[in-house]
Structures are given as structure tokens and as C-alpha cells.
């Protein structure tokens, strides 16, 4: 069975501040992860995956992600943040390729950005 | 635009009285989901269909039925809602069941339950 947790339950940082979102999964098969994006009221928006090749992952919006399978991490990243950066964000893990695509889902990280 | 619809945006319902929530998308999608996110809550997949084969997870309350009439609309039925089941409701779809389709979400049903 697959888990992610989200380390931050909440982030807040300053415009064009960096910021790292952490995220740590268990799987005892091969995995594949995902960050997603929720704004106020809306549903999930895919930032990027990782599904295998390079472990650096560039995603819409200025993020990246990295894979580190000895950490079991994929923290999300992005170097200068904007006020329209504010949303919850969930980090994903599927563990398996072939059958339905069943992502188990984080606690999410709300992510605030201050003027 | 191609895009996945939820209506309502905003459902109240009373305690025990049956509610339909509804999605549509113009994607074409073969798989369509239908997940529950209650409040400060990661989404929980209640259950998918691919095409017309409907799947069912283990531990989705027998209160919950879905219906999917041809590829565009799937209903989410909720025969008997309690208080519990107050929450935001996101239907998705996918192109396949490959973990690399992406899934696409909609805006999501918000249901209060008096």
C-alpha cells in the first residue's frame, strides 16, 4: 500500500521569497508522483509528475520537483513566488502502471503568500 | 474550451433527503471519478468508471451510488445523506487507466447537509 505525507500542514512566506513544499511517500512497489494545485473553490490542477527518467521535474508555473528514492522524497520547489502562488497543495503517488490509476493523496500544504 | 463541469456548485440538502450530484465533461474520456474532500482533507476516490464498467472501492458507504448513462454525464447519488457526508464532491476524468493519463478535475459540488 502507498501513503504520502505532507510535512507542513501551512507555509507562509513573502512575495518573491523561494519556497520547498515537503512531501514523503512509502511504497513497497514501483512508484509514480504527482503535485497538484487547489485554488479557493476549484478543483485540482496538475502541476507535474514523475513518472520515471530524470529525477528533476519541471512543472506549469515556475515549479519543479525532485525524486529522491533513497529519501523517499519529492519535495516541490519554486525559486520566487507571487501573490497568485497562494493555494493548497497535495502531493500524490500512484503505485500502479497498468489498471485504474488510483492516487492516494497527502494532507495537502497551505501555501500563503504575503506582500 | 474542453472541460469538466460540475453542477451545482453549491448543494444544501436535508438530513436523510436524496441528492444527485452531477458532472460532465467534453473531453471524451473513457474513465470518469468521483472523489470526496471534506474540509482541511486530502481527496478520497469513491469510486471510477471506465466506460461503462464501474468500480467500486472497498470502503465507499454503500450510501453512495453512481450512475454513468453514456460518456459524457456521470451522476454521483447519494440515497441518504447525514451529517457526515457534508464535504466538497470532484468528479475527475482520465484518458485511460494508465498512470501516465493525467487526471482532470472539475470544480467540485459543494454539499451542506441541514
Known amino acids: 500500500a502507498q501513503s504520502v505525507t505532507q510535512l507542513d500542514s501551512q507555509v507562509p512566506v513573502f512575495e518573491e521569497a523561494p519556497v520547498e513544499l515537503r512531501c514523503n511517500y512509502s511504497?513497497?512497489?514501483?512508484?509514480?508522483l504527482f503535485w497538484y494545485v487547489q485554488y479557493p473553490n476549484q478543483g485540482l490542477q496538475l502541476l507535474l509528475k514523475?513518472?520515471?527518467?530524470?529525477?528533476l521535474v519541471k512543472g506549469i508555473n515556475g515549479f519543479e520537483a525532485e525524486f529522491n528514492k533513497s529519501q523517499t522524497s519529492f519535495h516541490l520547489r519554486k525559486p520566487s513566488v507571487h501573490i497568485s502562488d497562494t493555494a493548497e497543495y497535495f502531493c500524490?503517488?500512484?503505485?500502479?502502471?497498468?489498471?485504474?490509476?488510483?492516487?492516494?493523496f497527502g494532507q495537502g500544504t497551505r501555501l500563503t503568500i504575503n506582500p | 474550451d474542453a472541460m469538466v463541469i460540475q453542477n451545482p456548485r453549491y448543494q444544501v440538502t436535508q438530513f436523510g433527503k436524496p441528492v444527485t450530484l452531477s458532472c460532465s465533461q467534453t473531453?471524451?474520456?473513457?474513465?470518469m471519478y468521483w472523489y470526496q474532500q471534506k474540509s482541511s482533507q486530502a481527496p478520497k476516490l469513491l469510486f471510477h468508471?471506465?466506460?461503462?464498467?464501474?468500480?467500486n472501492e472497498a470502503d465507499t458507504p454503500d450510501n453512495f451510488q453512481s450512475r454513468r448513462p453514456n460518456t459524457s454525464f456521470c451522476f454521483l447519488d447519494i440515497r441518504s445523506p447525514g451529517l457526515g457526508d457534508a464535504a466538497m464532491y470532484l468528479c475527475?476524468?482520465?484518458?485511460?487507466?494508465?498512470?501516465?493519463?493525467?487526471?482532470?478535475f472539475g470544480p467540485g459540488t459543494r454539499l451542506t447537509v441541514l
Open positions: 514523475y513518472l520515471s527518467g530524470s529525477t
Open positions: 500524490a503517488v500512484s503505485g500502479s502502471r497498468q489498471g485504474a490509476q488510483k492516487l492516494v
Open positions: 468508471y471506465y466506460d461503462k464498467d464501474f468500480n
Open positions: 473531453l471524451n474520456h473513457n474513465v
Open positions: 511504497s513497497s512497489v514501483s512508484v509514480y
Open positions: 475527475a476524468t482520465s484518458g485511460g487507466l494508465a498512470v501516465y493519463n493525467e487526471q482532470f
